[in-house]
């Protein structure tokens, strides 16, 4: 059997979840973080039930559980290179919350892309949006 939850990212809706998963006999726990998600301690009870967990996506860096990702910094660096070895010089990055793992990690990228080619990476051509479709607004 699944069960698949969603929390609209929503803490209060993922703690909520996570109650579900202790009250039915899941063998294991796949989440994605909401974008309010700062720490890990809501996921201590299904710890302490041996409940295995895995992040992916939206995660932050844990011994307790494993993750799922990509290479987001690599990602990045990749995309910005392949912008510059096309010719364009003013490039923007679109970053989604600032706080969260996965933009941080894509921002490294665009800056050190920017850097190996010696481009200035001016602070209004990076726009973080909370949520996304906030970057119309910034735009």
């Known amino acids: 059997s699944l069960i698949v ?5 929503s803490l209060a809706l993922e703690q909520e979840n996570i109650d579900l998963c202790l009250q039915y006999p899941v063998d294991g726990v796949i989440l994605s973080l909401t974008i309010e998600t700062e720490n890990l301690d809501h996921l201590d009870p299904l710890l302490k039930s041996e409940v295995p967990i895995v ?3 939206r995660i932050l860096p844990s011994q307790l559980v494993s993750t799922l990702t990509i290479d987001d910094q690599g990602a990045a660096f990749q995309a910005v290179n392949l912008l510059i070895e096309k010719g364009h010089k003013r490039i923007i990055g679109l970053f989604g919350d600032e706080n969260l793992y996965i933009s941080k990690e894509r921002l490294k990228g665009f800056h050190k892309a920017m850097e190996a080619h010696q481009l200035p990476a001016e602070q209004e051509w990076i726009i973080n949006a909370k949520p996304f479709s906030d970057i ?3 735009l």
């Open 5 to 9: 939850l969603h929390s609209n990212n």
């Open 55 to 57: 992040l992916y996506d």
């Open 136 to 138: 119309s607004k910034q």
